[in-house]
Structures are given as C-alpha cells and as structure tokens.
C-alpha cells in the first residue's frame, strides 16, 4: 500500500493564482481531512470529507474548496491564493475502529508559498 | 471550543534520561491521540487512547479522564526520537483539535 499520497511536495504561487493540492489513499478508508499547519500554532482543520460525495467544513475553510468523487481522492483547491495561506499542508485518512478509537494517516505534506 | 495545551514547548534532553510531555485539554472527548513529526515533516500516529495507558516499545501514553490530562513518556530516551511530539484531542468522528506540539531533542 502507498499509503497517503499528496502532490506537489512543494508549489509556490502568486497572489491570486489558483491551484489544486492532490491527495490520494489507497486504503478505502472513509474519512479524509486537509490541515495546514503554520509556525507555533496546532494543525488546523480546513474540510474534511465522511465518505465520497460529502464535505464538510473544518476550522479554516475560507478561501478553499474541496470535493469527494471517489474514496481515493480528495483534492483540496486554492480558488484565488493569498500570502495568508503560505502555510504546510498535510491530507489524513482516517477509519474508526471501534467507539473511541481510529487510526489516522497522513500524506506528507505540501509546502506552499504565496507571493 | 476544546482548548488543547502542551507543556513544555520545547525539550532537550541527554540521551537514556526519561521524557515526560504533557497535554491537557478543556472539555470532554472521546479519545486522546498522539503523533510524532519528524524533522523531515512527516506525521505519523504513535497512539490513540480513551482511558488508562498504552504502550509501545520505549513510549508509554497515559490518560485521566477526570482530570482532562494525558502524557507521553519516553524511556532510555535516543538521539532518534528526536521530534515534535503533538497531541490532539478526539472530539467527534474526525474533529481533532490540535496541540501546538513539543519539539524534543535528544544529545548522545
């Protein structure tokens, strides 16, 4: 198994250019989820999706746009990028194992700049 | 909101001393989870419990429930668990809220 899988490893853009993070799981897992992680705060959660065909809003879901088609891909789109969103970006897959209990992936991460 | 808190921030440490991270959190969850970046930037879980202690090799992860605190112990620490060590607390299916982690480094 591949695992978790995100493209690019690295992307810079200037401000207003849009762009699509890819993240792809070969697990069948159900849940998918995007953070981006910025210097001295937690990981933060953007969108995140329970099965294919349903997002939900995370944390920070302003400026991005996220769909599910399948249950491997979860790509998560920039629409008009800003420098506020420099940041590392990390896409996870999820399954519970029971109450209280899951077991999480993630891919390994995406550094973007914005200029 | 779940307010996640680490202590310390930062660790350093002389190789085969024993670590203790600690993470408190506001309100009730469902479980704790533990993770390690590593200097390369990949996360990976080490641990996800809801009561008592796990343990993994030289990592144990304890929980108190009543007390809304968790820790991560490392015994005989090594050079190679150099590493941010974060914890996030489980809310709900997959609402995590994060700690700010704890950067430990370990000297030979």
């Known amino acids: 198994n591949a695992g978790v899988t995100q493209t690019p490893k690295f992307q810079v853009l200037k401000t207003g250019q849009s762009m699509t993070l890819q993240c792809a799981q070969d697990m069948n897992h159900e849940y998918m989820s995007w953070y981006r992680q910025d210097p001295g705060m937690g990981l933060r959660l953007i969108h995140y999706s329970v099965g294919a065909g349903i997002t939900d809003q995370g944390e920070v879901p302003n400026g991005y746009n996220v769909s599910r088609s399948t249950t491997e891909d979860f790509p998560l789109r920039l629409l008009s990028a800003a420098p506020s969103q420099t940041s590392v970006y990390f896409c996870?897959?999820?399954?519970?194992?029971?109450?209280?209990?899951?077991?999480?992936?993630f891919g390994p991460g995406t550094r973007l700049t914005v200029t | 909101k779940n307010e996640v808190e680490q202590s310390p921030q930062n660790l350093t440490a002389q190789e085969g001393e024993f670590i203790t991270i600690n993470c408190s959190y506001s309100?009730?969850?469902?479980?704790l989870h533990w993770l390690q970046q590593h200097p390369g930037g990949g996360i990976v879980s080490l641990f996800m419990l809801s009561s008592g202690k796990k343990k993994h090799g030289r990592l144990i992860a304890t929980i108190n429930i009543q007390e809304k605190h968790s820790s991560l112990h490392i015994t005989a620490s090594h050079p190679r668990d150099s590493a941010v060590y974060i914890c996030?607390?489980?809310?709900?299916?997959?609402?995590?809220?994060f700690g700010t982690g704890t950067r430990l480094q370990v000297f030979p």
């Open positions: 309100v009730g969850i469902s479980a």
């Open positions: 996030a607390a489980v809310e709900d299916t997959d609402k995590l809220i």
């Open positions: 996870a897959s999820s399954y519970w194992t029971g109450i209280g209990s899951y077991e999480q992936y």
